[in-house]
């Protein structure tokens, strides 16, 4: 949990306007993320203002460009988030031709155009393209399945297993991983239909998870968003005008390996939050565990959010305000060598368990340039000590290679799997 910043204001589609009625409005607020122990942040919330209620639906995300959306793009009310396997005789040319099926179909949804097909469903006839977003990635599988193994990243190597994993390996890892993201459930839900029938009988859907977030306008004022724990979370995470935000989220030109450049590592985490015991707790004990007050969300050092926490203060008494295994200590860049992530979570919630208590919590998305630089350390770190961790499950896993965005005329991923 770090300082947090402004996030860029959202396009605005002017040639479509909403023209029923597309529910509240505001900025997007940030969800929390944990590096397979600890809560972290999603991407920016806007200080200010949020968006008109008539723009959002009409609001539009570029598809084309440097990066990938779904990136730095403020969070969405609603996301999908799945993983494909290709088939046995699907090779290099087949994943090609579904790469380029993919990236024009996500371009039209993102643009509010509909799918030039005649079997399309036409669930999101009635709205505009609702900051809809599509992110395309290539999982370590990826690469034996089309014949790319030279051109597998180090970065991609299986991330180490953690003491705390409880991993379902059907719910994990995959070929090709697609998050969506929208504003409206409907919209959202048609790319993801959209997305699913495309890949025809070239890759077979792995799994799917589906995740929520803040409904823009929901509050009084653009505010940062809570997590299933009630905690106030969205700082600390790494701000898109911070000198050093582009090396350490995206690969850089040049980079290795070439075809990656613009692009990033997106690690997964399905986090179960354990909210009975969680809600036991006093709230003076929650906000020992985590090093913030729950209230408002300023660090038990005090003042606002955005106040640094001071890691060094003590109390009356000399012991530490924040405790040796609070979740903002254990994370902090400065205990982890300068480590930081991109945090840009879904909450989820799919019903109960046997024993009565919510199967919910976090689909933890964290960006990185190098996920050993990244999530590794911190993760580690959170292994051997994090307050937070008796208190959550991690139950799936998966690491993708993000290209970076495709031009116009081109698809995601071209440039490695035509050799260019």
Not at 101 to 106: C, D, N, T
Request: no cysteine; proline share 8%.
């Amino acid at each position: 949990m770090t300082g947090q910043t402004e996030p860029p204001d959202r396009p605005s589609l002017s040639r479509r306007r909403l023209l029923t009625s597309a529910g509240t409005a505001g900025a997007a607020g940030l969800a929390v993320g944990t590096t397979t122990g600890a809560l972290a942040h999603s991407a920016a919330t806007a200080k200010d203002q949020g968006p008109p209620l008539s723009t959002l639906g009409s609001t539009a995300v570029p598809f084309h460009g440097t990066h990938q959306p779904g990136i730095t793009t403020p969070m969405q009310a609603h996301g999908h988030l799945a993983a494909f396997d290709l088939a046995p005789a699907s090779g290099r040319r087949e994943t090609a031709a579904l790469m380029r099926r993919w990236s024009a179909l996500a371009a039209d949804l993102m643009a509010g155009r509909p799918p030039g097909n005649a079997t399309d469903t036409a669930v999101a006839r009635d709205a505009g393209p609702s900051s809809l977003t599509v992110t395309f990635g290539f999982g370590n599988s990826f690469f034996d399945a089309t014949g790319l193994t030279d051109h597998r990243p180090a970065a991609l190597d299986p991330l180490p297993r953690f003491s705390g994993d409880a991993i379902d390996e059907r719910r994990s890892h995959g070929d090709l991983w697609v998050q969506i993201g929208a504003d409206d459930a409907l919209v959202a839900f048609h790319a993801l239909r959209a997305l699913h029938r495309a890949a025809d009988e070239t890759a077979a859907l792995r799994w799917q998870m589906t995740g929520f977030n803040r409904s823009p306008g929901a509050t009084a004022h653009p505010m940062t968003t809570r997590n299933l724990m009630g905690q106030l979370d969205g700082t600390n995470n790494p701000q898109p005008g911070d000198d050093d935000f582009e090396e350490r989220i995206f690969v850089p030109a040049g980079g290795d390996p070439a075809w990656m450049a613009g692009g990033s590592y997106v690690v997964f985490r399905r986090i179960r939050m354990l909210l009975d015991d969680w809600e036991a707790l006093p709230t003076e004990e929650q906000e020992r565990v985590i090093g913030r007050r729950k209230a408002d969300g300023a660090p038990l050092t005090g003042d606002d959010e955005t106040t640094p926490v001071d890691l060094a203060a003590t109390g009356p008494d000399g012991t530490p305000v924040i405790a040796a295994n609070a979740h903002v200590r254990v994370t902090a860049p400065e205990s982890n060598g300068g480590a930081a992530m991109l945090r840009r979570p879904f909450s989820f919630h799919d019903g109960f368990l046997d024993d009565g208590s919510p199967d919910a919590g976090l689909l933890f998305l964290a960006w990185q340039a190098d996920p050993l630089r990244g999530f590794v350390p911190v993760q580690r770190k959170l292994d051997r000590g994090d307050a937070l961790s008796p208190f959550i499950r991690h139950e799936a896993t998966g690491l993708f290679a993000v290209p970076g965005g495709a031009a116009e005329g081109e698809y995601v991923g071209q440039a490695l799997l035509e050799g260019r």
